[in-house]
């Protein structure tokens, strides 16, 4: 069965980038739409950004839209999240979730099957 593993969170200065990493491991990602979640101490998970099975749509929530970019490579079974310009409100754990979606991708979407385990980003002032 798909497992997913995120990679690549850390400690950043405001205005610094990093680029996370989801790994589906058993099942190819070539049918399932993928979602990166964050969710910071104390406040409730949001959905960030999400990325149809193939690429061809991507969504984008408004207060990363221009700073944050989604994209898939599905022959190496990985999603990518690269972030630029961090501020200290996206310090959060971010986690990605896998959907069978066969052409779109649905932003906050109750019906993921699989979550990884989640990868910490911390953006200092």
């Known amino acids: 069965q798909l497992q997913l593993v995120e990679s690549g969170g850390g400690l950043v200065q405001s205005g610094g980038s990093l680029r996370l990493s989801c790994v589906g491991h058993g099942v190819t990602l070539d049918y399932y739409a993928i979602t990166w979640f964050r969710q910071a101490p104390g406040k409730e998970r949001e959905g960030v950004s999400c990325?149809?099975?193939?690429?061809?749509?991507?969504n984008y929530v408004d207060s990363v839209k221009g700073r944050f970019t989604i994209s898939r490579d599905n022959a190496k079974n990985m999603v990518t999240l690269q972030m630029n310009s961090l501020k200290p409100e996206d310090t959060a754990t971010y986690y990605c979730?896998?959907?069978?979606?066969?052409?779109?991708?649905?932003?906050?979407?109750?019906?993921?099957?699989?979550w990884g385990q989640g990868t910490l980003v911390t953006v200092s002032s």
């Open positions: 990325i149809s099975s193939k690429g061809g749509t991507r």
């Open positions: 979730a896998a959907e069978v979606r066969s052409f779109d991708c649905v932003m906050n979407s109750k019906s993921f099957e699989v």
